[in-house]
C-alpha cells in the first residue's frame, strides 16, 4: 500500500467504479503520482486535518480513456493527479469549500451540484488561480458560476 499522506493512499486516489464496470486501467504513471502526492498534501490532509473526519474521494485520477468513456472535460485536471472530487463525512459541502477558501491555495474550488453534490479541487504547481465556481444544472446542462453559491 503507497501512502501519499497520513491518511490518504494511492489505491484511494486512483480507484474509479466506472473503470471498474468497463474494464478500462486507471493506472497513473510517475508524474501523476507525484501530483496526487501534491494534491493531497496541499488540499486533502489540510482538510481532513482541520475537520478531523473522513475526506471521501469520489474521483481521483482519471487516466484519458476513463476520463473520455465518463464524458469528462478534454482538458481535466483529474488527468494530471491534479484534481479530486469528494465529500467530507458529516459536514456540508458548502461549509468545507468555505473553509477552504479562507484557509488554502489551489488552482480551481467548485461546489458542484449543491449540498447533494461534492467539492471539486485542484491543485497545480504551475497554476494557482485560487478560482472559486459553483456547478449548477441549468435547461439540462451544467454551468459554471463565479464564486462559491448555496
Known amino acids: 500500500m503507497t501512502k501519499l499522506t497520513d491518511n490518504f493512499t494511492l489505491a ?4 474509479s467504479q466506472q473503470a471498474s464496470r468497463r474494464g478500462i486501467p486507471n493506472n497513473p504513471g510517475s508524474r501523476e503520482v507525484v501530483a496526487l502526492r501534491i494534491l493531497c498534501e496541499n488540499v486533502l ?32 485536471q ?3 493527479g491534479e484534481a479530486a472530487d469528494f465529500t467530507v463525512s458529516g459536514v456540508s459541502n458548502l461549509e468545507v469549500c468555505r473553509w477552504m477558501e479562507r484557509r488554502l491555495n489551489y488552482d480551481q474550488l467548485i461546489y458542484e451540484f449543491g449540498e447533494p453534490g461534492w467539492v471539486h479541487c485542484s491543485f497545480s504547481a504551475d497554476r494557482m488561480r485560487n478560482m472559486e465556481l459553483s456547478a449548477v444544472r441549468l435547461g439540462g446542462r451544467v454551468e459554471y458560476l463565479s464564486g462559491l453559491r448555496a
Request: proline share 8%.
Open 78 to 80: 483529474h488527468c494530471l
Open 12 to 15: 484511494e486516489m486512483v480507484r
Open 45 to 76: 490532509q489540510p482538510v481532513r486535518d482541520h475537520f478531523g473526519k473522513p475526506v471521501n474521494v469520489s474521483s481521483g485520477f482519471r487516466s484519458p480513456r476513463l476520463n473520455r468513456a465518463i464524458g469528462g472535460s478534454g482538458t481535466s
